[in-house]
């Protein structure tokens, strides 16, 4: 579980990066802007990523395959 975890971390960062790189994008030498939505798209992908991560970590915790550890209920 802890490989998915961090395989589906760098995912979400790699299309982080990918949105930055096509916002820093400059114009295209011919004048025309750089192509729209690709950092939509990326971005999107990036949300998707991270509500899929979250729902596997739900469902591992209900199953019993993680445990919860930190500071106790109460205390």
Known sequence: ???????AFIAILASLASAL????????????PPPK???????ALRVGLSIVL?????????MGWIQ???????A
Do not use: H, Q
């Open 37 to 43: 939505g690709n950092m939509a798209t990326a971005l």
């Open 21 to 32: 790189m096509y916002m820093m994008r400059a114009p295209r030498e011919d004048g025309a």
């Open 68 to 74: 919860p550890t930190g500071i106790p209920p109460g």
């Open 54 to 62: 979250f729902v596997c970590v739900l469902i591992s915790w209900k």
């Open 1 to 7: 579980m802890k490989i998915l975890v961090a395989i």
